[in-house]
């Protein structure tokens, strides 16, 4: 009898945390490096992984297999909602840098000066 109400406790105490609290106030969390247009502009081509690091921070994903990659991540969920994500990938060659890739392009790696004006002035509003 006691192992049939410890079951049927462990069962219902998992079916509330499957279906969550009504009103419960969830917060934010965010996660990885925030990266703006404005921090990415100051990438130059030819800069060395310290001087990358010093203006993006830390990699969030460093490749195991390729030293020359790195993967900056910023992530924003509400729970299981995800609420903004953005990428940034640097490559390095030789410890200098040669490509920027991701949704912040900087204009001396190919990215658009009008669509970084235009991303701007839509935050703006």
């Known amino acids: 009898m006691r192992i049939l109400l410890i079951a049927l406790a462990i069962t219902l105490i998992s079916a509330c945390s499957a279906v969550g609290f ?6 934010d969390v965010e996660q990885g490096n925030i990266i703006t247009q404005e921090i990415a502009d100051q990438l130059q081509p030819g ?3 310290r001087q990358v690091r010093f203006i993006l921070g830390t990699p ?12 900056y991540v910023y ?3 509400n729970g299981l909602d995800v609420l903004a994500e953005e990428r940034l990938t640097v490559t390095f060659k030789d410890d200098s840098l040669v490509d920027v890739s ?3 392009t900087p204009a001396a790696f190919g990215g658009s000066p009008e669509a970084e004006t235009s991303q701007d002035a839509g935050a703006a509003s």
Do not use: A
């Open 22 to 27: 009504p009103g419960v106030y969830r917060i």
């Open 75 to 77: 992530t924003r969920r």
């Open 60 to 71: 969030l994903v460093e490749d195991t297999f390729n030293r020359d990659r790195w993967d």
């Open 102 to 104: 991701g949704d912040y």
């Open 47 to 49: 800069m060395s992984k």
